[in-house]
């Protein structure tokens, strides 16, 4: 070790599985509404009865154009179906309806940002496919040796979503999958829910000793619901394949399952190459021809997306890029802070409030801006009271903690707590009293020419005030008393 340590680079390449939000499935009229009874959605197409006939739903084609526009690919003026063969119990025809070959966009991009600078993550495709199946294992002690199927979601319409093998670091990734759920989001496709399943994530990792152009054997990671479970199954995996290169050994290509319970990855099959799956054409659905003028209408009716919007909060409300990143990255953030802004026009100070106690309280309680306890009006009606004088900031950080347990108005907490800033002269000099008269030596040591101890009797003050006094007054006063 030491000396000849070899510093490895980690390769990461993503898949997204995103559920597209139609009413109907995308090969057949069936209901997508999630959580109905087992198998009351489903008809002979989508249940792959013989002699059953897909049709391509049109509002599918449509959202998955979208995405190709929004992430500035290059969608395809011929598309093409194509048999997916698998057994699995989920599979009722034996194989999926995907894109392979065809697929309807490629060559795109995300921005996301790498210590300070933009870096490009590229598409490298996105498909249309049905998802499969929901298995069952028996959940009571008189069905736990059997599986049940629930075909609901079998046809439910999916876009996967291919990135390029450019993302180098977990954090890169979890930024790449906040940015891609932002834009599905902002488009209104998906609802890009990770624990319910509607954005689903499988990553292939490897490593190299930096500077090494070729890649190493690269795993494929399956089963992280959640973005905090993304990475932490990545730097597992880099941590794990580092080890076996260091011991000499080769990396094996597998597929691998995220372990939450043990924080580990558990191997679980090798990993299938494309002819595993005997891909070929679906005979059934005719080939898709996307009109140019289609494609175009499309384009005008996309909204404001991620980036177009960090770049305008920045031009109105003279924020940095970093603030602007975070406050566009999610359509919900965008809105909550545009109307904290509305009532109360001063955006940095907004913007400070939100990034610092309001994300760190969402992010402690793993919640999205949506199941925020602290709406946009609470949040201002406490910036006011800042404002104004009626608290100070110190106190209004325990303010906030407290509105956001309680989902209580500030000014109600405030006046429960008897929190209401001391701004009467009278009262704030009898604490400095106090304060002098528990200590006369540093009062003496102050009057000799210590004036460093200035503090010290600011923090005494505001001892006895339970921090209520206003600093500016305590720092005023306290400067006179203290001269004698
Ligand atoms: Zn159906």
New binding site residues.
């Given amino acids: 070790m030491g000396a000849n340590l070899v510093e490895y680079e980690p390769v990461i390449g993503l898949e997204v599985h995103a559920q597209l939000e139609t009413r109907?499935?995308i090969?057949?009229?069936?209901s997508t509404t999630f959580g109905e009874q087992p198998n009351t959605?489903?008809?002979?197409?989508?249940?792959g009865q013989p002699g059953s006939l897909p049709v391509v739903n049109r509002k599918t084609v449509e959202f998955a154009i979208k995405l190709g526009l929004a992430t500035s690919c290059r969608i395809a003026p011929f598309c093409l179906f194509a048999r997916k063969n698998y057994f699995y119990p989920d599979l009722p025809k034996g194989y999926q309806i995907s894109m392979y070959e065809y697929p309807l966009a490629e060559e795109g991009f995300i921005e996301i940002v790498v210590n300070g600078q933009k870096k490009r993550i590229q598409i490298i495709r996105i498909h249309m496919e049905e998802d499969a199946g929901k298995l069952k294992h028996g959940e009571t002690p008189e069905t736990e040796s059997f599986s049940y199927v629930d075909f609901n979601r079998?046809?439910v319409p999916l876009v996967e979503i291919v990135s390029g093998p450019d993302i180098r670091s977990p954090e890169e990734a979890g930024d790449y999958l906040r940015k891609l759920r932002g834009i599905l989001q902002y488009l209104e496709i998906c609802t890009g829910d990770m624990e319910k399943g509607t954005f689903r994530c499988d990553a292939n990792v490897s490593i190299r000793p930096k500077g090494q152009k070729e890649f190493g054997t690269r795993t494929e990671l399956k089963n992280m619901n959640s973005f905090r479970h993304v990475e932490k199954a990545l730097e597992y995996e880099i941590k794990r394949q580092i080890a076996v290169a260091e011991d000499g050994k080769d990396v094996v290509q597998e597929t691998r399952l995220w372990d939450v319970d043990q924080g580990v990855t558990i191997s679980m099959r090798g990993k299938e190459e494309a002819h595993d799956y005997r891909y070929f054409p679906d005979p059934d659905l005719v080939p898709l021809r996307i009109d140019e003028k289609w494609i175009e209408e499309i384009r005008k009716s996309l909204p404001e997306l991620p980036d177009e919007k960090k770049e305008r909060f920045i031009r109105q409300y003279e924020i940095p890029e970093y603030d602007a990143e975070i406050l566009t990255s999610t359509k919900a953030m965008a809105t909550y802070y545009e109307e904290c802004v509305r009532l109360f026009p001063e955006p940095k100070t907004v913007s400070n409030w939100m990034m610092g106690d309001l994300l760190r309280e969402l992010k402690r309680n793993e919640r999205e801006i949506d199941q925020c306890p602290v709406n946009p009006q609470h949040l201002v009606e406490m910036l006011e009271m800042i404002k104004e004088g009626t608290i100070s900031g110190k106190i209004a950080k325990d303010l906030l903690g407290e509105m956001y347990r309680t989902g209580e108005r500030p000014g109600k907490i405030v006046r429960d707590k008897g929190w209401v800033q001391i701004v009467d002269e009278g009262e704030i000099e009898k604490a400095i009293e106090k304060a002098m008269e528990g200590n006369p030596k540093q009062v003496e040591d102050y009057r000799k020419g210590k004036e460093k101890l200035f503090g010290f009797f600011v923090g005494e003050v505001m001892k006895q005030t339970k921090g209520k006094a206003n600093p500016k007054l305590v720092n005023e006063l306290l400067k006179k008393k203290l001269k004698g």
């Fill in positions: 109907s499935k090969f057949c009229g069936c959605q489903t008809c002979p197409v989508c249940t079998t046809g």
